[in-house]
C-alpha cells in the first residue's frame, strides 16, 4: 500500500471511531480531501487510492491543475474565499461551492449557473468563531442567507460549512462546530423557500476531525493528514 492510500485508511478509521462513540453511523460523514498546494501526481494517487470528493479553495490553482486530474473520475468542490471576477473559470469545474458567504456573491454564482443551464449546490460558510481573519457570514445572518440563496433557481442550498475555531481549548472548537449544527435547525425549522435540502455540515479538518463529527458533520475536509505538510 502507497503512503498516501494507508493515510486515506487512518483518516477513514478516524472518521468512523468518532462516529462510532456517538452512535452514528460513519457512512453518514463524506470525506473531502482538500488539496490545495499538492502536485498533481500525488493528487492523482489520492484518486487512485480510493478518494472521490476532492476541494480546492484557490480559484488560481483549480483552474491550473484541472486539466492535469481530468482523465480520473472525482468530484471537486470549492472550499476558499472567491472572488467575483474568478467565479466565471471556478463553476464550469466545481459540482458544489462551499463558500457561499454573501448575497452577491451568491447571485453571481446563480447567474453563471443560469447562463450554463445548470443548477449549482452551493453552502452556505458560516463565520462560527467570530475570529477577524476568517471568511464566513456572521451567524445571526445565516438564516437570512439561505433563505436568499434559497430564492435562487440555479442555486440549490445543501447546507452549511465553517472553518472551526482555532484554537487550543476543545471546548471553544466543538462550541464553533455545535453553533453551525443549531444553525441548520434553525434554517430547516424555518421553512424558508429552497432551503428544505440544507442538511449538510462541512466542518472539521486534519486536527479536529473527531470532534466536528461529534457536533454532527457530514462532510470533513481533510489535507495534511492524508498529505502530510504542505509544500512550501
Ligand atoms: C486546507 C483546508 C482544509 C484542510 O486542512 P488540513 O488542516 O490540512 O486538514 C480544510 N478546509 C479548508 C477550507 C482548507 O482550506
Do not use: W
Request: net charge neutral; with cysteine; aromatic share 2%.
Amino acid at each position: 500500500m502507497s503512503e498516501i492510500s494507508q493515510a486515506l485508511a487512518a483518516v477513514r478509521d478516524r472518521v468512523a471511531a468518532a462516529a462510532r462513540v456517538v452512535g452514528r453511523d460513519p457512512r453518514e460523514v463524506r470525506l473531502l480531501l482538500a488539496v490545495k498546494a499538492q502536485p498533481a501526481h500525488l493528487v492523482r494517487q489520492a484518486i487512485g487510492a480510493g478518494a472521490e470528493l476532492l476541494g480546492h479553495n484557490r480559484a488560481q490553482e483549480l483552474v491550473e491543475t484541472a486539466p492535469e486530474l481530468a482523465d480520473l473520475p472525482h468530484e471537486m468542490h470549492f472550499i476558499g474565499r472567491l472572488q467575483s471576477n474568478k467565479a466565471t473559470k471556478v463553476v464550469p469545474l466545481v459540482t458544489c461551492v462551499q463558500s457561499v458567504d454573501g448575497p452577491a456573491i451568491a447571485q453571481r454564482l446563480d447567474r453563471l449557473a443560469g447562463r450554463a443551464e445548470r443548477v449549482l449546490d452551493v453552502l452556505v460558510q458560516v463565520n462560527t468563531s467570530g475570529e477577524p481573519t476568517k471568511a464566513g457570514v456572521a451567524p445571526e445572518e445565516a438564516a437570512g442567507l439561505a433563505a436568499a440563496v434559497g430564492a435562487l433557481p440555479h442555486l440549490r442550498l445543501r447546507g452549511l460549512m465553517t472553518i472551526g475555531a482555532n484554537s487550543t481549548d476543545v471546548d471553544v472548537v466543538r462550541a464553533s462546530y455545535e453553533r453551525l449544527a443549531l444553525l441548520r435547525e434553525e434554517i430547516l425549522a424555518g421553512g424558508a423557500a429552497g432551503t428544505g435540502e440544507a442538511r449538510e455540515l462541512s466542518m472539521g479538518m486534519s486536527g479536529d476531525l473527531e470532534v466536528a463529527v461529534a457536533a454532527g458533520a457530514t462532510m470533513v475536509r481533510v489535507g495534511t493528514a492524508v498529505f502530510g505538510a504542505r509544500p512550501a
